[in-house]
């Protein structure tokens, strides 16, 4: 199967029909391959990847958004850090959003996010993001009692608000020329017990077991909800959301790696041209070079 195909089958461009239940967090598509031809599947990708990235940073014209979100334990990280291992580091910057400092709180909510945004010929990763404002804010009142907000504007028409403001500010993100992609990896409730489950039994994966997790988990429904009416709200052909099923991580990894693959080889990405000015300079410094005594 194709990356393009691949990609497709997770990629939602109009939400109106988005429903979480058709998406399943075990699949593994069509692709009947063992551990070492996956291997070797992402290596190819990430080869790729890393050749799009390049042209990416010399072009210095587009710059790349990826959007990781996911319940606790849904494979974030190691997804950010398998796709992402064959990239120059220097054309590369990852944020990770966590619940918001004081100086923060001051602020509109993409106030942090404007400041962390990719610069043109980079790739911009966002571990979390501001989809956490109709996320966690959603499924816990307090934190957006926090958020200081004036109360006349704090309505129950607020989700819709920021759900607006958030297709715009995409929109006006992508006719800056930012190409946009949203990950939701999809884990199933079973699968994320049995990871838990594996940090607190395992000495050397206690670090990253987090007792607050168990707090959220017990509202999955409630995230789940929150996850679908977002992808509902804010897919779009410009922005789109991929469902990536998160159950199997050697899947999880080839899905976002062709995703990001398939949107990028789109950009049409080139080495810059050097016009005939250019050109009579550089023969003009090899002979200057040639010359040399
Ligand atoms: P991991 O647990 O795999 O290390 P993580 O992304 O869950 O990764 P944590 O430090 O555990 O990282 O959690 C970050 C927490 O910050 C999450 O619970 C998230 O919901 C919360 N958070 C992020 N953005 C916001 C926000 N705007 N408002 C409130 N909470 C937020
Ligand atoms: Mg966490």
């Known amino acids: 199967m194709s ?17 979480l239940s058709d998406y399943d967090p075990a699949d593994c598509g069509d ?19 890393s050749e799009l990235q390049e042209k990416l940073y010399a072009q ?6 990826l959007i990781f979100q996911a319940m606790d ?3 974030k990280d190691s997804a950010i850090e398998h796709v992402m291992k064959g990239i120059n580091p220097q054309g590369c910057q990852v944020h990770s959003f966590k619940a918001p400092s004081a100086i923060e709180l001051d602020h509109d909510y993409m106030w942090r996010t404007s400041c962390a945004l990719p610069e043109r010929g980079r790739i911009g990763v966002f571990n979390r ?9 959603r499924v816990r009142p307090e934190i957006l009692g926090k958020q200081r907000l004036p109360q006349d504007l704090v309505t129950k028409n607020i989700w819709q608000e920021r759900y607006e403001d958030i297709r715009g500010f995409e929109r006006y993100l992508a006719r800056n020329g930012t190409l946009i992609l949203k990950f939701f990896l999809n884990v199933s409730k079973e699968e994320q017990k049995k990871r838990f489950l594996d940090r607190i039994d395992e000495p050397d ?5 987090n007792p607050g997790d168990v707090a959220e988990r017990a509202l999955w429904n409630q995230y789940m909800s929150a996850y679908e009416d977002a992808i509902r709200n804010t897919a779009s052909e410009h922005a789109p959301w991929y469902v990536v099923p998160a159950d199997k991580k050697w899947y999880t990894r080839l899905v976002v790696a062709a995703a990001i693959d398939e949107a990028m080889q789109g950009l049409n990405l080139q080495f810059p ?11 003009k410094s090899r002979e200057a070079l040639m010359n040399e005594k």
């Open 60 to 65: 210095d014209r587009w710059s790349v958004l």
């Open 73 to 75: 334990a849904a494979g």
């Open 31 to 49: 692709l009947d391959i063992n551990k070492a031809e996956a291997k070797e599947r992402l290596e190819q990708d990430i080869k790729s990847l």
């Open 129 to 137: 993001s501001y989809y956490e404002e109709v996320l966690v804010v």
């Open 273 to 283: 041209k050097v016009d005939s000015v250019g050109l009579e300079e550089i023969r």
């Open 205 to 209: 994966k206690n670090w990253k077991f």
């Open 3 to 19: 990356r393009a195909d691949l990609a497709s089958l997770y990629k939602v461009t109009d939400g109106r029909k988005f429903k």
